[in-house]
């Protein structure tokens, strides 16, 4: 049986679990904490490279795009 858009978007308590665990890392990456970033960086990066390539339409280019915004995030913390 499919869910109902209600029941798609309602958060969960595993999603309030899940967002708490992201501010703590986003909290601790900012503190400079390099591990943290890196689970940061492989919690979102096949979510931001599916993104990406739907913008670029290239394997390369989303590559490039995705490298270089998680560059940027991680320099502006440092």
Do not use: W
């Not at 978007?9 to 390099?34: F, M, N, S, W, Y």
């Not at 394997?59 to 320099?75: G, P, R, W």
Request: proline letters at 1%; charged letters at 40%; zero cysteines.
């Amino acid at each position: 049986m499919e869910k109902s858009r209600e029941e798609r978007v309602r958060p969960t308590v595993e999603g309030t679990e899940d967002r708490a665990v992201e501010q703590e890392l986003i909290r601790d990456a900012r503190r400079g904490d390099k591990a943290a970033f890196g689970r940061l960086i492989r919690r979102h990066q096949k979510r931001l490279f599916r993104f990406v390539y739907g913008l670029v339409g290239t394997f390369d280019q989303t590559e490039d795009v995705v490298q270089e915004a998680f560059v940027k995030a991680y320099s502006a913390n440092v």
